[in-house]
């Protein structure tokens, strides 16, 4: 081989491992508790298919489904410190770590259907400016969006009065659920919604606290046989990217992050994760779930324990110096403004 041969050859090899570096995309990891057959994960899935097209291949999405890159309660810091890029959180597995964010969890705070996701995704992403910013100051929040208002799921027994909770433990998944629950006599149990099937399956819980897709997402209707619809509390989710992750990115990339937020984004994720599709009401009617109500009177009790918990919550909020009472009552006022558009 001549030297020009050889020079030619090393020029033509240089070159195609500079071609192949740049076809190489720059992979993202995201942080998603929730397992990949999950209801949620065909939004995030959209995702994928996003950021592929719209940087033309040099961004790849990864998912890492079912709490594979930590458990539940850690997932806010995961995208926080950078062992994720983006990351599917929920606040209410931190207790306190969001204080106004949680007044949204707030039992009777938005309608009792699938508008009450829709309504409070709405009102959440018109707070954000004002109340809920700062509580996510060390992420680049993208969206903060709902589940449908939670039933009480209970493994062997109808719910119709207080009396047939007490002592019965239930899988809490918000401050405000627990509270109310303690008050009329039952035992709520702090467990994440990963670890609700194992739970009911072991028998150290009688029942939980979630909403339909809930129930589909983690399979659990086969441990179920119950539902009795109160407290009508929703609980919120948020994705967020890590500020260096995003900020590396080129303006134009910035771009296909910040579509999937603002207030037309979290409804988009709420419709496509919480409405009904196929899948979940073929699997929700397979189980055979009884659906139960309160009596009245027990409705009534709850409702009153429900308030008494709201007054006490936003008074001691207030004392701690977070402006409780004022984003309680624009929460209360944006609620009764979207529940009649939507």
Known sequence: MTIRTALLAGAALALAAGTAAAQTPVTLKMASFVPQASATTRMFNQYVEDVKTKSGGKLALEIFHGASMGPLPRHYDLVRTGVADIAFFQHGATPGRFPLTELTHLPYAFPDNFRGSLV???????????????????????????????????????????????????????????????????????????????????GTLDGVVTDPIGIFSFRIGNLVKHETPMLTSVISFGLAMNKQAYSARTPEERKIFDSWGGKDGAVRMIRTTWDDFPEFTDYMKSLGIQQGRLTADADREVRKLAEDYIARAVTELDAKGQPAKAAWDRIKALSARYAATN
């Open 120 to 202: 409070a995704g709405q009102v959440a992403m018109d707070l954000v400016p004002e109340f809920f910013a700062k509580e996510h100051e060390d992420v680049h929040l993208i969206w903060i969006v709902y589940n449908r208002p939670s039933s009480v799921y209970d493994g062997a027994k109808p719910i119709a009065t207080l009396a047939d909770m007490r002592g019965r433990r239930y899988r809490s998944p918000t401050t405000a659920v627990t509270e109310v629950m303690k008050a009329f006599g039952a035992v709520p149990v702090g467990v994440p919604a990963t670890a609700m099937a194992e739970s009911l399956q072991k």
